[in-house]
């Protein structure tokens, strides 16, 4: 056993409800604390002296100076396995070019698609452990990594293998999503309809043969897949035995119903969502994910997350890190100004960015500084930690545990 502390204080997140809004008077903040660990658990939060004193002769990790500590943070969308770089598109965008503009002139999804399939496995490991390392650095140490970017079986399947291979590489919790309904490509000589089937038949029974992926998604909007075939994708898909998350109401209302209707883990993005789907949202176990960082890169309106949480759903906040709309990657940053816009409470944002992200993974091990819970946890060197988003992502993490250990 190790006891590690003493901490300023220690904000839990303990007996938080999974849905809906959150006071900041409902955070349990534990002054002067240690966080006791055994076997990688949190075994007890409490008063570092106490906790001293009642467990003699145990390891003793000392933090230095005023410090709080937090769960670490889960970021439960991202695209950070890709090649290439589309910093073209975001000044073209800025200067007034319209998305089929851009994806004519070389740009868009497809600009990435081609420079991840030409991109060595080598070069696309390298690069994502680079970006796993970064999110670390946030304190983020559970990260959804999407395929999306190969759109074929042998490049959809080089993707997902080198997010498994990642793994075996870095100490943070991969958890791979098959993307492969992202578009149809362009070099796909077929339907929508007969793109999504070749997923069905050749790409997904391999993902699954390979255990590369228990998860997948798909994009519905007027410029990917519409609505009714991408319904009957997903019930096909949960046949197989996949969970699902959708790409839903970024541009355009509607999608997030379906994904109700189909019992996905989570609808993602949201910035479109109509009022009736709120509602139809909150009534449901689907997390409604925020991702600010799209809103940022693309110049849209955020996530109705206000209304979301004030209906009583529950919301989870990632960082869509990807390289055409969300190519910040910086969630803390991202989560700070959606609570400006959207008037967030603290306890909100937080919850947000730990354990309901974490369910919307099917992931309830994490997230909570509590008994028998993973022992994930981030450190900051204040004596409030109110501090980490007021500074909006520019107070840095001192300390990110990993299991008990500091990574």
């Not at 925020?290 to 809103?295: E, F, I, R, T």
Request: aromatic share 8%; charged share 25%.
């Amino acid at each position: 056993m190790k006891l590690i502390g003493p901490f300023k204080q220690v904000v839990t997140l303990a007996n938080l409800p999974l849905r809906g809004k959150l006071s900041d008077e409902q955070l349990e903040i534990i002054v002067d604390g240690g966080i006791l660990i055994n076997n990688n658990k949190i075994q007890q939060v409490g008063n570092f002296e106490t906790l001293k004193s009642e467990n003699q002769n145990i390891e003793i990790e000392t933090i230095e100076g005023e410090q709080i500590v937090l769960p670490a943070f889960v970021d439960s969308h991202t695209h950070i396995c890709f090649g290439g770089n589309r910093a073209n598109d975001f000044a073209m965008r800025n200067a007034g070019k319209t998305y089929l503009e851009i994806a004519e002139s070389g740009g868009g999804i497809w600009s990435s698609v081609q420079h991840t399939r030409s991109a060595s496995e080598e070069e696309l490991l390298r690069t994502l452990l680079e970006r796993i390392d970064f999110l670390l650095s946030l304190g983020i140490t559970t990260i959804e990594v999407k395929s999306g970017y190969g759109l074929d079986v042998e490049n959809e399947l080089k993707m997902l293998r080198i997010i498994k291979k990642a793994q075996e590489q870095t100490k943070a919790t991969l958890v791979p999503t098959c993307l492969s309904a992202h578009l149809k490509p362009r070099d796909f000589e077929g339907s929508n309809e007969e793109y999504l089937q070749y997923i069905l038949t050749e790409i997904l029974p391999k993902v699954k043969e390979e255990n590369l992926a228990k998860r997948v998604d798909i994009f519905i909007e007027k410029s990917a897949f519409q609505p009714e075939e991408s319904k009957d994708f997903l019930l096909k898909t949960k046949d197989l035995g996949f969970d699902i998350t959708v790409h839903a109401d970024q541009f355009t209302p509607g999608s997030s119903r379906i994904a109700v209707e189909v019992g996905a883990k989570s609808a993602d993005h949201l910035e479109a969502t109509i009022d009736e789907d709120i509602e139809f949202l909150a009534q449901s176990n689907t997390v409604a994910t925020a991702l600010p960082g799209a809103s940022l890169g693309l110049g849209e309106k955020f996530t109705p997350a206000r209304k979301l949480l004030n209906a009583g759903a529950i919301v989870a906040i990632a960082s869509d890190w990807n390289p055409g709309s969300a190519p910040m990657g910086n969630l803390i940053t991202q989560a700070s100004i959606l609570a400006t816009f959207e008037k967030l409470t603290t306890a909100e944002v937080l919850a947000g960015m730990t354990f309901r992200s974490a369910f919307a993974l099917d992931l309830e091990d994490r997230g909570k500084l509590e008994e028998g819970l993973k022992a994930d946890f981030v450190t900051f060197k204040t004596n409030n930690f109110q501090n980490v988003l007021y500074n909006q992502g520019s107070l840095k993490a001192e300390g990110v545990y990993i299991d008990g250990e500091k990574y």
